[in-house]
């Protein structure tokens, strides 16, 4: 196995949390979940965080609803089930809850 072991356990994680996610999704969330931003996280903690920051502005109208004026808080509220729809999906092993706050 080569890499670091903090990109062997971003990679485990991301494995375990989204095991039927296209390569496509996986990789930017790979290098998110990687990035400095995230560096002083747990591997699954930067993962989800990762995860959750893709979906909402790869797969929903996150970034349509911002455009349009909605605050962050309301355009996050509106894309809760679009987001829960990917992760289930990608048979995710846990979904957004509306009511924690993740990021």
């Known amino acids: 196995m080569r890499g670091t ?8 994680a991301l494995s375990a949390l989204l095991p039927m996610a296209p390569y496509a999704d996986t990789e930017p969330i790979r290098e998110a979940a990687l990035s400095a931003k995230f ?7 930067a993962v989800w965080l990762a995860t959750i920051a893709h979906i909402r502005h790869e797969h929903t109208a996150y970034d349509r609803l911002l455009a349009e004026g909605y605050d962050r808080d309301s ?8 987001i829960n729809a990917v992760l289930t999906n990608w048979r995710a092993t846990r979904l957004l809850d509306p009511n924690d706050e993740e990021e």
């Open 75 to 82: 355009a996050r509220f509106f894309v809760v089930d679009e």
């Open 5 to 12: 072991s903090r990109q062997r356990a971003v990679g485990k």
């Open 39 to 45: 560096r002083t996280l747990p591997p699954t903690i």
